[in-house]
């Protein structure tokens, strides 16, 4: 019988976190209704902490009452697209670091998805570099860089030396432009319609994409 395999499943560290925190700029991270805290884009909220994304002895019991035989963590949004190049890239290595360590400590439970500050091309290709020989088996971004498409020009190396590796992409949804003016800050509407109805100006329904992967 085949694998279960989780290819959408986040996990975070206490360090992005702080790091969000001190060097979001737009973002913050606050307490939304019900108690739990959650990540914010200009008063928006959109991205709920919860207990499990810090933890992987939870998550491998998780996987177990689930059925769930391997799972591909990623980053989720709003990944590492702020805080300036030097924050971007600890950001991310910070969290594929992370990552690798899990893959380690639990080799036939967990596999993961690189994250890299796309916005500095160079620094992402270094780090894309550095993350598949630490094991990665796709990289990770959003529907959205900061804004821009992702078929910016300045994303072009990127993709190259992804596709060079032969690594599948997850592009998963994340705030869309505008969010505010949509009224997307008022009763924590982001994660719905947000997500769904658009990640580029003049474009609707777009959701996550991953291509398929094949784990050795």
Same mark, same amino acid.
């Given at each position: 019988m085949a694998p279960v395999i989780d290819v959408h499943t986040h996990m975070l560290t206490n360090e992005w976190v702080e790091l969000l925190k001190a060097h979001g700029g737009s973002f913050s991270i606050a307490e939304v209704r019900g108690g739990q805290q959650a990540v914010h884009l200009d008063g928006a909220p959109f991205m709920t902490l919860t207990p499990g994304m810090f933890d992987y002895d939870r998550r491998i019991a998780a996987m177990d009452k689930g059925g769930v035989d391997i799972s591909i963590v990623s980053l989720t949004c709003p990944n590492v697209f702020w805080g300036g190049r030097?924050?971007?890239?600890?950001?991310?290595?910070?969290?594929?670091?992370?990552?690798?360590?899990?893959?380690?400590?639990?080799?036939?439970?967990?596999?993961?998805?690189?994250?890299?500050?796309?916005?500095? +091309?160079?620094?992402?290709?270094?780090?894309? /570099?550095? %993350?598949?020989?630490?094991? $990665? !088996?796709?990289?990770?971004? @959003?529907?959205?860089? +900061?804004?821009?498409?992702?078929?910016?020009? /300045?994303? %072009?190396?990127?993709?190259? $030396? !992804?596709?060079?590796?032969? @690594?599948?992409?997850?592009?998963?949804?994340?705030?869309?432009?505008?969010?505010?003016?949509?009224?997307?800050?008022?009763?924590?509407?982001?994660?719905?319609?947000?997500?769904?109805g658009g990640q580029r100006p003049g474009r609707s329904g777009e959701c996550e994409v991953v291509v398929c992967l094949h784990l050795a």
């Open positions: 030097e924050i971007s890239l600890k950001a991310a290595r910070t969290v594929n670091d992370s990552m690798a360590a899990a893959e380690k400590r639990y080799p036939d439970r967990v596999r993961w998805m690189a994250s890299l500050p796309w916005q500095y +091309a160079d620094d992402a290709v270094g780090e894309l /570099e550095r %993350a598949k020989k630490l094991g $990665a !088996v796709g990289v990770m971004t @959003l529907g959205n860089i +900061a804004g821009k498409p992702l078929t910016a020009p /300045e994303f %072009a190396p990127v993709w190259k $030396a !992804v596709e060079a590796h032969g @690594l599948p992409v997850l592009v998963h949804p994340t705030v869309p432009p505008g969010a505010r003016d949509m009224g997307l800050d008022v009763y924590n509407l982001v994660a719905g319609p947000g997500f769904v």
